[in-house]
């Protein structure tokens, strides 16, 4: 079946300008992440989803990142007044609820540049 | 808390073990660990449960230590394809209660070279 998937795969933006990034988990998945990873670092939480739950904002870096989700279905990841150091690797995962059985499964994520 | 996982690196030959440890500062019912080759997604390799239960890759093995809250992955006679970055990602125990708001953290990733 189809996996994760994210778009668009690359994005070269200005610095200042607001990016959008979109994540279309796997059919069925309550639970949807989205990480961020910088060249040649681990994997940095920013936020997490779980069915009709408060989402977990814990992991957003500055009030310029915001994300929602629809239902249980796509998700948007927005940077407002991008800068240098958001150039990253945005990957987003989905799992379904029962955790004990239930790995993350990743798309290929965003690269993003701001210039 | 993120978790920390040692040693940072390693490099192997072709046919040697290797052990990647993770530490957590909380109580664990569970580890996921994942693989990533440079420019890649991670990819699942296994969940390890409390209480021994494992789920995932057929040749690698992994331990659980609940006192220590540690888990290690074992890596026997490395194939050039077990090259990668490994994360872990431990969960505590309340991950059973459906719609809580427990995130995977993840630990900084075991860069792992298998040389021929």
């Known amino acids: 079946g189809a996996g994760v998937s994210q778009s668009p795969s690359n994005k070269v933006t200005e610095k200042g300008k607001d990016v959008e990034l979109r994540c279309d988990p796997i059919?069925?998945?309550?639970?949807l992440y989205w990480y961020r990873q910088r060249l040649g670092q681990g994997l940095e939480f920013l936020i997490y989803?779980?069915?009709?739950?408060?989402?977990?904002k814990s992991g957003l870096p500055s009030d310029r990142f915001s994300a929602e989700r629809t239902g249980e279905s796509v998700s948007t990841l927005t940077i407002q007044r991008t800068q240098q150091e958001d150039s990253a690797v945005y990957l987003c995962?989905?799992?379904?609820?029962?955790?004990?059985?239930?790995?993350?499964?990743f798309g290929n994520g965003t690269r993003l540049t701001v210039t | 808390q993120q978790p920390v996982q040692s040693p940072q690196a390693v490099i192997l030959r072709e046919g040697e073990d290797a052990v990647i440890n993770c530490s957590s500062s909380?109580?664990?019912?569970?580890v996921h660990w994942y693989r990533q080759k440079h420019g890649e997604a991670p990819v699942f390799l296994m969940i390890?449960?409390?209480?021994?239960e494992q789920k995932g890759h057929e040749k690698i093995s992994a331990s659980f230590n609940e006192k220590k809250q540690q888990s290690s992955l074992y890596l026997t006679a490395s194939q050039l394809s077990y090259s990668g970055t490994y994360f872990c990602?431990?969960?505590?125990?309340?991950?059973?209660?459906?719609?809580?708001?427990?995130?995977?953290?993840f630990g900084k990733g075991t860069l792992l070279t298998v040389n021929p």
């Open positions: 995962a989905s799992s379904s609820g029962d955790r004990r059985y239930s790995p993350l499964h």
């Open positions: 059919s069925g998945h309550t639970a």
């Open positions: 989803f779980q069915g009709n739950s408060a989402p977990d």
């Open positions: 909380k109580a664990l019912y569970s």
């Open positions: 390890l449960l409390k209480g021994g």
């Open positions: 990602g431990p969960e505590g125990s309340r991950w059973w209660v459906i719609g809580s708001n427990y995130k995977l953290t």
